[in-house]
């Protein structure tokens, strides 16, 4: 079914006796050619380009709970791809190039809304590395402005320029970024494949792989033994629970990291901004809604729950840069686990298991991935090599010294 | 004609008569009453409008759990939007607006979304609006977005502040209901360290809405006498108009205090709010329940609400919400609603109840049916009735009392994760097994719906809870009360009925979840996410219920096995400020400052923030216009004679042990084990993954002792690092570290001249043959007092850094201030001293960017082969030693009057421009005044082997483009002559 | 959270400085022959248990000792609190 402003109206006419389910709940068959471990963003939309654009068939995509209940569900719905490394760029700015027909792709509103990201600078240390930054991103074909506090003053008046601990010393903008209706992305994604035949089975957890001699021929699940010639996992923050099923440990932490939202505000701000003095980021929701976030609570956790310390210092970011939101009210936060890897970049690579692929390590960056972790990974479970954008996204990076480090940390998941 | 609707008694004061405006017009109220109870004394039910439809609305609640009542409250930098008016105090002079409409509240022009809402049923906007492409941003999104949101910030600066505090106790209530209050005494008499918090401004909760008797008293007035004796302890404290809005681990719960929201602006010196932080032992949750509603055709407009809250208007705030009410029930407790308002004089149209065997009255008119729909535009008028024999009636009223049942308060309980459990008995979720640790929990929160129960369940949890503690509680005994059974016959929306709201605010009706289930969001959190049901400011406290009986019944399941979706904190909305507190404006960060900073502020420094230190950035004479010419200046003047700068900021470590040799050894990639007494070294710190961390210079002053000094903004990390090296790799060693970046006041004092200047200051031979370059040691300054002098140079000239106790750092400035005045001594900032920096291809925070390998950084060759240190190891990956491996170099300008931007990357000379023909990045850059033009340093691949290569430098983001050489990164001096001179 | 500090008593997580898995402490050998796949596995791969779990912090604003806490990742339940120096000692390590 193809939805449209004329079957919103016919439907409305007729009582909307004729919506259909967005997808089928099918029940699982006995074997299938590729099987997605994982139904948020990255599953669902590795589903969806393996059965658009790499025609496979007999595909599944298994998730243990519902649909779109991880990350994708409980992000702060932000899109970009100012980055810095050759690592990651081209991967990014593929990104933002997938999400810019993605509705019309899919067709399903996402409510993607370019209405740019502002990264605030406050020394000149931070200028210099946002000019490296905003260059790289422009000789990797994407957008990128440098605007000075003046520019900022008048798009942002609210903004804290006046009394500010760390004052505002110019930005970089990039105006292609914005955000995205998050559940709608796994929405849409869940209908684009589920019509092209996918079978999305929900309720479904897979409780170990059946590797024999070195090959991986299934999944056991919740609903019994699924066979399959590939299996690629896509589970972000459970991703050393799934993958130590197979007996691998993996460069990766799992981190709860929290979100906020405000109650519904008159619109206040245009475009995403985010504080170079403290960790704070924040949008507004089409339904008015602030949208912010700031730094993980810094320890290992499966929990989906943090804790007040990191409340505070996120609403102290903010209130040091909007100073105005003092009297809105924050209605919820929420936490969501992190699949921290060792250098802050991801993984889409075989394992040493054949027939068994891997997708993860996003950190808190893998919302705006969606679309090109799902078409890289689409490639890789295909044709068996990497995307020409993901080619540095491989498990051994990190033997050889490769590693793609954007906030030069190291090795320590939580500061990534 | 004031207060039309005002009943006598309540607990409202009427000696007390207090003036407000709601949207430019005045009414009158008392203390005591709400923002609302005081609009429904003067008859106004319309209070606002819903999210999406605009529909007209009134006060669904006598509480926090208000969906429709939400006002703009206030004026100016304190205006407060989607306030509720069902919590908000009374006080003289309240201004208060209606939100969320266009025109007037009676004439909202966006209510005809409501028109149209056929064709905005749940999701709509998911399935149209997508062409073409470019008109989402362009033409829909602003429209939906200048609809959406619902009131609107000042965008002034938040005039109050707020406080933060801890408090700690044995045993924290939340709640001062019936359950709460006896859990109280019972603590409160054995001695246990009470908080009792409640987040109405008076406590009693039920109680004071109810007319039935406790003992001898009326409820209210038990609370009042027992809120009394629990004053007198010292042992309790009474925290009402306090919100505990979140259970968080190990026993911590987060609250809000409302200290001068009853007020028109706060007191002198207090805060608008505070945020306890509440560490307890043990917590006894009695956050008692809140009504549900029934779901029925157009059961939305004003003057429907829910029988509990028409009870509260009428016996605590002593108003009738209009002078003829109906009730719609499906239990008892619509009957207790009845008997209320009639024995108040409030005229009952008829108590609609679906059960056929509902209790009779001969007071009014008890029907059997439903209620099928109702009439009035910006008001109830009529309600029509299906009763059980099939024919209908229509009543005249102005209000509806909806009686559904009563949900527990479970919140708090599932903050940790736990899920409820269905009960059958009273048809609704009650705590389930897994309570957040240390949490119990009492009375109508734990599904004790009796008065009775309540003050059972409070004593019975606490004893436990106290007993825990080893606290002996004392038998008491309790008054008798109401102990009710629940009769009800579980029923959540009307048949048929379409249009029937189940969340107010967001206007989700029984159809959206049809849809939402036809379309396949059948998980519950599909559901909230498709239908926006309960995301709204109330979060679903009055909604989500009705919403999950209409899902299990569409899908064949039970309640329980829909399930519920997460409770989430804050329990109610939260002002973020405060949840900053006082760490807004300056006050964001502490401010740190160094013992020559008042010094610095005479000389008119310019200062710069880095981390959390204020360092003088330069320090403009009269007659200088730009920043330049300061800076131009001082690092001229201190080439040519003497200059001085506050280096107090850099880490300082004391390592001291037998083995700190050994130890540094271990922590630098370079050796330290033969560093002669009274002699400096460069240090390079790796991380274990082989990247550079940090540089700096340890200096050894004794056998066992040494100075290790870091950069600025990694003196806490380094120290981190080295303790973590020492605790937990080699604990054995003998070797003890402690930070003594704020025990020393430290300046660099550099130049031709620095010896001369020195020698009238430092008590000691300083010549070069006594205290030759790289020299370090303990000495004494002006006749004795106690100083360390290292004879090392940042700035590439001869130079010193000189240290005395923090104490006698503005006096070691000042001192060294007028010894230098004969060599026109020039203080320099931070500028002039990395323009020194960089003249002399120094790496700082630019080049040590955590992605920079001693290789990169041309120190390839002081990683030790000969020994184990941190980083050693994996620093030899091959991907780190490539042969094109980034190197650092020098980058200058063809043309002298070209600049060379830091971030500017470098391209061939001849080559493509973009990312894959990427050769490197300048870091750093400056004028050099000693040189007459621009330079750089950066990193460019095989760097070292391309001396004299011309090349491209490029910024697109900033228009530059221009021709370079790269050369040595040492532009002064590379000899190093001066340094030893 | 609360850290049962062994030699201060019951201190706030908020004055500690978290670094993670407490087999960091069990740094390898470098003069081993597998000295470079061993660093690359102490400094890379971990265990990221669901459940408990032993972890370093480091009581920044406090004593500055390395502790190594036992907490179990899905619930936050802290179960045991070791000075890290006595947890080297006790897995082999000395100078």
Redesign the interface.
Known sequence: MRYSGFKVIKEALTGHKGWKPAWRDPEPQAHYDIIIIGGGGHGLATAYYLAKEYKQKRIAVLEKGWIGGGNVGRNTTIIRSNYLLDGNEPFYEFSLKLWEGLEQDFNYNAMISQRGILNLIHSDAQRDAFVRRGNAMMLNGADAEMLTTEQIKKRYPFLNTEDARFPIKGGLAQHRGGTVRHDAVAWGYARGADSRGVDIIQNCEVTGFRIENGKCLGVETSRGFIGAGKVGCAVAG?S??LM?KADM??????HVLQAFVSEGLKPVLPGVITFGAGHFYCSQSDKGGLVFGGDLD??????QRG?L?VVEDVCEGGMAILPAIGRARLLRMWGGIMDMS?DGSPIIDRTHIDGLYFNGGWCYGGFKATPASGFCFAHLLAKDEPHPTATAYRFNR??KGLMIDEKGMG????LH | MSQVNRLSGGQIDTGQTLQFKFDGKSFTGHTGDTLASALLANGVRLMGRSFKYHRPRGALTAGSEEPNALVELRSGARQEPNTRATTTELFDGLLANSQNKLGSLKFDLLSINDRFSNFLSAGFYYKTFMWPAAFWEKVYEPIIRNAAGLGSLSLQDDPDVYDKGFLHCDLLIIGAGPAGLAAALTAGRAGADVILADEDFRMGGRLNSETFALGDHSGADWADATVAELAALPNVRLMARTTVIGAF????YGAVERVSDHLPTPEANKPRQILWRI?TKRTVLAAGAIERPIAFENNDRPGIMLGSALRTYANRFAVAADKRVAIFTNNDDGHRTAADLHARGVKIAAVVDVRPDAPRSTDYEVLHGEVVNTKGRLGLTFAEVRLGDGSTRTLECGALGMSGGWNPNVHMTCH?RGRPTWNNDIAAFVPGGELP?GMSVAGAANGDLSTAGALTGGVAATTAALKELGFKTKKHTLPQTEDAPVNLTPYWYVEGCKRAWLDQQNDVTVKDVQLSHQEGFRSVEHLKRYTTLGMATDQGKTSNMGGLAIMAELAGKTIPEVGTTIFRPPYTPTAIGVLAGRHTGQDFHPKRLTPSHKWATEQGAVFVEVGNWLRAQWFPRAGETTWRQSVDREVLATRKSVGVCDVTTLGKIDVQGA?AA?FLNKVYCNGFAKLAVGKTRYGLMLR??GIAMDDGTAGRLAEDHFVVTTTTANA?PV??HM??VR???????DVQLISTTEAWAQYAVAGPNSRKLLEKIVDQDISNDAFPFMACMNTTVCGGLRARLFRISFSGELAYEIAVPTAYGDALMRKIIEAGAEFDVTPYGTEALGVMRIEKGHAAGNELNGTTTALNLGMGRMVSKAK?SIG???S??EGLNTADALAQVGIKPIDPNDPVPAGAHLMKADGPVDAAHDQGYATSACFSPNLGHAIAIGFLKDGANRMGEKMRLVSPLTGVDVNVEIVSAHFIDPEGERLRA | ??IEHPLLGPRD??EF?????AR??D??D??SET???D????????????GW?D??W?H?AGD???LVVT?N??????SKVE???????SRG???
């Open positions: 459970s050393s629970r130590s440990r993996l460069p990766m932490e799992s810094g320890y290992n956790s499966y929990a804790n310390p060792m990190f033997e090795n320590q998941p939580n | 681990d190990h026993g911590i560490y940790q640790p083995d050994a274990e993954d806490l120290y981190r303790e973590f605790q937990c790799l080699f604990p054995d060693m184990d050693s190891k994996l030899e990956r | 959270m609360i997580s908020a400085t978290y670094m993670g898995d960091l402490i740094r390898p470098a003069s000295a470079a796949r660093f690359y596995e102490y400094g890379y791969l971990r265990e990221n248990p669901a779990h972890e370093l480091f920044e500055r000792s390395w907490r990742t899905l619930t936050h339940e802290i000075m890290a120096r006595d947890v080297a000692r390590r000395s100078k």
